[in-house]
């Protein structure tokens, strides 16, 4: 389960962030399907975690928009996270025209449990 952090410029409009969170969810599971985790085109509720934000005044943020993803490290997705990055950024400016867009992919070592 992706959790995604999304750091967005003042300037974007809210019709281009809502877009955004309508079609991240799948090119988030695009970008991090393996075979431990295998993505079945059918997100339900908790597969993947959006958390929208501005930059407070102390922050120092030069992008249109900044998507961090955390997944599960599986050998599979750290073999080739830098392609998987790289689609991931350039599917985000394909589907939404956002075109300066910076993606950092982090794969901790890490566990989930979710309440059904």
């Not at 599917?91 to 300066?100: K, M, N, R, Y």
Request: proline share 9%; with cysteine.
């Amino acid at each position: 389960m992706p959790l995604v952090e999304i750091t967005y410029s003042p300037e974007l409009s809210e019709a281009k962030l809502r877009e955004l969170g309508s079609v991240l969810p799948h090119l988030v599971s695009v970008a991090v399907e393996c075979p431990e985790e295998p993505y079945d085109g059918d997100l339900q509720p908790g597969d993947v975690e959006l958390r929208f934000r501005r930059p407070g005044p102390f922050d120092r943020f030069g992008l249109d928009l900044l998507v961090e993803v955390r997944s599960k490290w599986f050998p599979s997705r750290a073999d080739n996270r830098q392609e998987r990055v790289d689609l991931l950024r350039t599917s985000i400016e394909s589907a939404t025209g956002i075109d300066d867009v910076g993606v950092y992919l982090s794969l901790p070592v890490a566990a989930w449990s979710q309440s059904d």
